[in-house]
């Protein structure tokens, strides 16, 4: 006789913290739960032999770690993990106290190891607590819960295929040594765009490339067909291997502004195939290539705000064929980069030969390749020391049109000012040099931003001669003063997570509740301004979270753990904020950071408040004691 | 079943000395003694064996079983029983391992109404027992246990009933009665109480308890046995609270 207890298995089904079981190891836990009932006012957990995972169905419990502060509310589904009579979540000598009638479900210790040994996923569950890392390999199948996640499945897209299987393996090629006219006639002939040239030996790695494009400007330059190939083709080619995923070519071509990609087999020696730009048409997701060309060929700001429109599409489509969120990161930043650049080329043409050398900086998001489509401007303009006094105007009226360009373009302009239209962020090197200097040596209370964008700054476009000597500056600086490290710190640590959700509302600090989350300032700017202040300290020269995160691992300011950890919440976080993002795009929204936690799936719930917490202890690690610089 | 249960005179001498002076538990055990002596060898008369547990012991020491039993009607003459479904708590805590509900195949027509109300099918209660194996199963998991029932005078009527029929006599059970709890848990709180308000799905809504599907044996049972949870929790915070206090003790019995 089997008992039906299928309302205490749906509700554990709907439990957020359990999402991350499989459903069997959910159900198996039914028969094995204790129920209680526990009042208003008792302490939690209520007895001895309190150890093993509880699960609240009704009623709250409050946390408090061993200084006293609120560090987590658990409502309807919420789960705590009991060891040596005390809370995981409260750390040693925390404690918890029943904040609301409450009837909670037990999963006793030893009867969740003997069922652990049955289903391999709980044993993970009761080490690890809300483990972030997707499972990859986890044999439970549990593939609708994971396509709510939209990450990490086993879904072929752009990201995961290889070039291989997308490629062309018959290429044509032909002796270097033939005639433009003969060339043309072989490709029309096999109907391809891109013609493979051999020059003598060895016989495997081409040593040229022509393409249609290439035959059109013999055509126009009026070269003889008699011309040998060798003369016209591309010599220097860039090449990928068959395993290389299909969106680090597309990357790949968008920079280079190139349509063909010679595939080499994995020793780099013998062709495997090309590549075209047709080929990943075929397969999706080339929108990026076309708009970054389109926004190259733009003639007027209008043209290029017009073009701009299509961007938050761009960021749709790439976060529902699954790109990660950082690649997608990656393209939007490289798409407003070639705005910004496009932008200062209309500029400068309308406005005449620059007074002196110059180059366009770009901060915040944009100098760390993490800008997504609802962004804001941080930009800085240098020149040259040399330049003519009467020069600051030119310069002021370049960063006048381009900031307008920019925010006619959708990328708004920064509420905090930091744009060269103001003062402070345009001048010549040296005025830099003394404000990194000042800075980074003597900071008062609200230098510790100013760092942090002078830390985030990358050449847009213009001389990188300029900026090199600046951001040397800026790292040494920062490495050797002791007083930068703590303003930044202080500053990190202000920027704190929130505690994780209660019922439909996010649990702050304070015990209090607001309605919406802020993925980029709660969620993604703590983990930034951590790897900021860690790189800093490292003397890395690494501007995006996560390899600021890995340089200051293998530097050692952090624990090679506490890295990866850091570096899966940011990833994890910046994916939540892309779906959201994603479907308010499609939904005819503006696409915004604030979250409603009621549209959260369990999972993802779970693991945002698994991500909040280790970002808080990593904070409370690594920013508490300033001994560690 | 498990070790765990020490026999209450052995864990509290004084409380078994006490009950001595206890006129009502002297009777009852006087009783149980001679139903266990009419009582064929089985699960009944394994359970009878058992002493009871003295009124002095703490709830929280003592083992209960939460039942619920669906019937065709509230005559115990007349209806059949259609389901009993069961689950044990240790002290205050309910176990979901030993959650089990056994189907009655009914010994009579079932009325439409009931068969609507419980959803039961002919074909549903040809797969149940006899109501003897049911009774059986019953006390094999009642042994060494108080039995707690949300309107306790039904299913001891049944009970008796149905006893009195596969084993020739009504057992005396020690029992508490959920709904008679609630009843002087609400007077003595100086609210209203009304026939309605004593409904277990109305009273798991004041005590912050999450609705369950009512009409299945061994849900109601499970709703009965987190009520008991409640009302104990209420009253006594400490975890003292003497077993005598929330007996029932309908005169025939006790």
Redesign the interface.
């Known amino acids: 006789?089997t008992?039906?207890?299928d309302?205490?298995r749906d509700?554990l089904d709907q439990a957020p913290d359990l999402a991350e079981l499989p459903a069997p190891a959910r159900a198996a836990m039914?028969?094995?739960?204790?129920?209680?009932?526990?009042?208003h006012?008792?302490a939690f957990p209520p007895a001895e032999n309190g150890d093993g995972l509880w699960i609240v169905?009704?009623?709250a419990i409050e946390l408090f770690d061993a200084g006293d502060t609120l560090c987590d509310r658990l409502g309807e589904g919420d789960v705590a993990r009991v060891t040596g009579g005390e809370c995981a979540a409260t750390g040693s000598g925390g404690h918890a106290r029943v904040t609301?009638?409450?009837?909670v479900y037990?999963l006793p210790q030893a009867r969740a190891e003997d069922l652990a040994l049955h289903h391999p996923a709980l044993g993970d569950f009761l080490r690890a607590p809300g483990g972030l890392s997707a499972p990859d390999n986890d044999d439970c199948g549990d593939m609708g819960e994971r396509d709510n996640l939209g990450t990490a499945d086993g879904r072929t897209t752009l990201l995961t295929t290889p070039v291989a299987s997308l490629m062309s393996p018959q290429v044509l090629q032909a002796d270097a040594g033939i005639s433009l006219r003969e060339a043309a006639r072989r490709m029309t002939g096999a109907d391809v765009s891109a013609l493979l040239l051999q020059d003598g030996e060895p016989p495997g790695r081409p040593a040229g490339m022509l393409t249609d494009t290439d035959l059109r400007h013999v055509l126009a330059e009026d070269i003889p067909p008699d011309t040998p190939v060798r003369e016209r083709m591309t010599r220097e080619l860039v090449t990928v291997t068959g395993d290389t995923p299909a969106f680090e070519a597309l990357l790949e071509m968008a920079r280079r502004d190139i349509h063909h990609l010679p595939v080499m087999e994995p020793d780099g020696e013998r062709l495997a195939g090309i590549l075209s730009g047709t080929d990943l048409i075929r397969h999706q997701g080339t929108s990026a290539i076309h708009l970054i060309r389109d926004l190259r060929r733009a003639g007027s700001p209008a043209e290029l705000s017009l073009r701009m429109q299509a961007l938050p599409r761009l960021q749709q489509q790439l976060s529902e064929a699954g790109v990660d969120a950082l690649r997608c990161a990656q393209v939007l930043t490289l798409v407003i980069d070639t705005l910004t650049r496009r932008l200062l080329e209309l500029a400068e043409e309308r406005l005449g030969p620059a007074p002196a050398t110059w180059t366009w900086l770009a901060s915040g998001s944009q100098g760390r390749h993490e800008q997504l489509a609802h962004t804001d401007q941080d930009t800085a303009l240098v020149w040259a020391d040399d330049a003519p006094d009467e020069a600051e105007e030119w310069f002021a009226a370049l960063a006048r049109e381009v900031t307008d360009g920019l925010d006619a373009c959708g990328i708004r302009r920064c509420p905090g000012g930091v744009d060269p239209t103001h003062a402070a962020w345009r001048g010549p090197e040296r005025d830099w040099h003394a404000a990194f200097e000042r800075v980074f040596t003597r900071p008062d209370a609200q230098d510790a931003r100013l760092a942090a964008h002078y830390l985030d700054l990358r050449v847009i476009h213009g001389s990188h001669s300029l900026f090199t000597p600046l951001r040397q500056q800026a790292l040494e600086l920062g490495y050797r003063h002791e007083s930068i490290h703590t303003a930044m710190a202080l500053q990190a640590r202000e920027l704190r997570p929130p505690l994780g959700f209660f019922r439909r509302f996010v649990l702050e600090h304070d015990g209090e509740h607001s309605p919406a989350l802020d993925l980029k300032r709660r969620g993604l700017l703590p983990i930034v301004a951590l790897a900021r202040v860690c790189a800093l300290r490292a003397r890395a020269d690494a501007r995006s979270t996560p390899e600021r995160l890995r340089a200051s691992a293998h530097a050692g300011i952090l624990t090679d753990d506490t890295a990866r950890e850091l570096e899966e919440a940011f990833r994890f976080i910046a994916g939540v904020r892309a779906r959201h993002q994603a479907g308010r795009i499609a939904a005819g929204q503006s696409a915004d950071n604030h979250v409603d936690p009621t549209t959260l799936t369990g999972l993802e719930r779970s693991r945002l408040k698994a991500a909040f917490v280790r970002v808080a202890q990593a904070a409370r690690a690594s920013l508490g004691g300033e001994g560690q610089a | 079943m498990s070790t765990a249960m020490a026999s209450p005179g052995q864990a509290c001498p004084f409380a078994r000395a006490a009950a001595w002076f206890s006129p009502g538990y002297w009777r009852f055990c006087r009783a149980r003694n001679r139903a266990r002596l009419q009582t064929p060898a089985g699960p009944l008369r394994d359970c009878l064996e058992t002493p009871p547990p003295a009124p002095a012991q703490a709830v929280a020491r003592t083992r209960f079983l939460a039942v619920d039993i669906e019937t065709t009607g509230l005559e115990p003459e007349q209806d059949a029983i259609l389901s009993i479904g069961w689950v044990a708590l240790e002290g205050t805590a309910i176990d979901l391992a030993t959650a089990d509900y056994v189907l009655v195949r009914p010994d009579r027509e079932v009325p439409e109404q009931s068969a609507v109300i419980h959803h039961i099918t002919d074909e549903h209660a040809a797969r149940g027992v006899d109501v003897g194996e049911a009774l059986d199963a019953l006390f094999r998991a009642l042994d060494g246990r108080v039995l707690i029932a949300h309107h306790a005078a039904l299913e001891l009527g049944f009970l008796a009933r149905a006893c009195e029929r596969r084993y020739g006599t009504r057992p005396p059970l020690p029992v508490v009665d959920t709904l008679r709890l609630a009843e002087t848990a609400r007077r003595r709180a100086g609210r209203p109480v009304s026939a309605g308000g004593l409904r277990l799905h109305a009273l798991r809504g004041d005590y912050n308890l999450p609705p369950r599907r009512t009409h299945d044996a061994l849900l109601d049972a499970l709703g009965a046995a987190e009520l008991f949870a409640a009302l104990v929790a209420e009253r006594d915070p400490t975890g003292a609270l003497a077993l005598g206090r929330v007996l029932f003790r309908p005169a025939r019995l006790w």
């Open positions: 006789m008992a039906e207890l309302e205490i509700f039914v028969r094995r739960l204790t129920l209680r009932y526990l009042r006012g008792a169905h009704t009623g609301e009638d409450a009837l037990h």
